[in-house]
T-cell receptor, first 115, second 111 residues
Framework: DAGVIQSPRHEVTEMGQEVTLRCKPISGHDYLFWYRQTMMRGLELLIYFNNNVPIDDSGMPEDRFSAKMPNASFSTLKIQPSEPRDSAVYFC?????????????FGPGTRLLVL | GENVEQHPSTLSVQEGDSAVIKCTYSDSASNYFPWYKQELGKRPQLIIDIRSNVGEKKDQRIAVTLNKTAKHFSLHITETQPEDSAVYFCARGTGRRALTFGSGTRLQVQP
């Protein structure tokens, strides 16, 4: 298994532009998580899905952020319009939650820089 | 509620010494406690975890201890090596919801 796959790995864009981050979870995993990591705020959970359904989006900063999971093997996190304060590393993680196992496996992350 | 407090935020040790990182939580329903290691520019990766029915777990040079009564758990690294230098995150879960992560500890092992 290739693990969690994210694209792009790096993104540089200008303020006001739309940014779309992509994630492919590990096959068979039924939970998918989006995190944002910055020096100031650490690792923040933005939203997570169970069986493609959003369960908790209370961590999404504001309406400029949206996430979708159209099927079990693909999710997107969109920022529109982007702002410099959105600059961060965005991680996607997946897991298979049951009574004995809830380890989250992280993707390599997308390093976003908004100028 | 579900917050996790992690200390210290930075830790510097000499190669060969031990390192200890502590986390406290408040949610009594917490029953799963993983530790992640994140090297510079890399993704967080699980290094060890423990469940609430176990008090201690060891894997070579790393160990985790859990005190459910006091609601705290610790990561112990013995015989530290330069390659142990990284940011370590504790986390807690209940088996039903997403993990809550601590703020991280930057460990520097001086050769």
């Amino acid at each position: 298994d290739a693990g969690v796959i994210q694209s792009p790995r790096h993104e540089v864009t200008e303020m006001g532009q739309e940014v779309t981050l992509r994630c492919k979870p590990i096959s068979g995993h039924d939970y998918l998580f989006w995190y944002r990591q910055t020096m100031m705020r650490g690792l923040e959970l933005l939203i997570y899905f169970n069986n493609n359904v959003p369960i908790d989006d209370s961590g999404m900063p504001e309406d400029r952020f949206s996430a979708k999971m159209p099927n079990a093997s693909f999710s997107t996190l969109k920022i529109q319009p982007s702002e410099p304060r959105d600059s961060a590393v965005y991680f996607c993680a997946s897991s298979f939650l049951d009574r004995t196992q809830e380890t989250q496996y992280f993707g390599p992350g997308t390093r976003l820089l908004v100028l | 509620g579900e917050n996790v407090e992690q200390h210290p935020s930075t830790l510097s040790v000499q190669e060969g010494d031990s390192a200890v990182i502590k986390c406290t939580y408040s949610d009594s329903a917490s029953n799963y406690f993983p530790w992640y290691k994140q090297e510079l520019g890399k993704r967080p990766q699980l290094i060890i975890d423990i469940r609430s029915n176990v008090g201690e777990k060891k894997d070579q040079r790393i160990a985790v201890t859990l005190n459910k009564t006091a609601k705290h758990f610790s990561l112990h690294i013995t015989e530290t090596q330069p390659e142990d230098s990284a940011v370590y995150f504790c986390a807690r879960g209940t088996g039903r919801r997403a993990l809550t992560f601590g703020s991280g500890t930057r460990l520097q092992v001086q050769p």
